[in-house]
Nanobody, 119 residues
């Protein structure tokens, strides 16, 4: 079993910054990729950013958000700058994890963390 724990959310004014963290713990062989999704009220969950050996971003956050990863700590980060009210959502961490002797890799989700951008 793998647990993902997010931290760093909260309330911020438009134009402000927040840094989300997500630490993976448990028993596993390796983590293939990690990412961040978000879900606003009344909307479907959407991909924000992912990281493997490269990074990928949703168009609306390019140039404002940066995803990074510390493999030694099994932690992924999302630096969010120039935040806008439309970035308000619950942000979820995701990890695609390899277990020894198990195929295909397994996906895990964090519990979600609220990010609110409002004046």
């Amino acid at each position: 079993q793998v647990h993902l724990v997010e931290s760093g959310g909260g309330l911020v004014q438009p134009g402000g910054s927040l840094r989300l963290s997500c630490a993976a713990s448990g028993s596993f062989f390796s983590i293939d990729n990690m990412g961040w999704y978000r879900q606003a009220p009344g909307k479907e969950r959407e991909l924000v950013a992912t990281i493997t050996t490269s990074t990928s971003y949703q168009d609306s956050v390019k140039g404002r958000f940066t995803i990074s990863r510390d493999n030694a700590k099994n932690t992924v980060y999302l630096q969010m700058n120039s935040l806008k009210p439309e970035d308000t959502a619950v942000y979820y961490c995701y990890a695609l994890v390899r277990h020894i002797g198990v195929l295909p890799p397994s996906g895990y989700w964090g519990q979600g963390i609220q990010v609110t951008v409002s004046s």
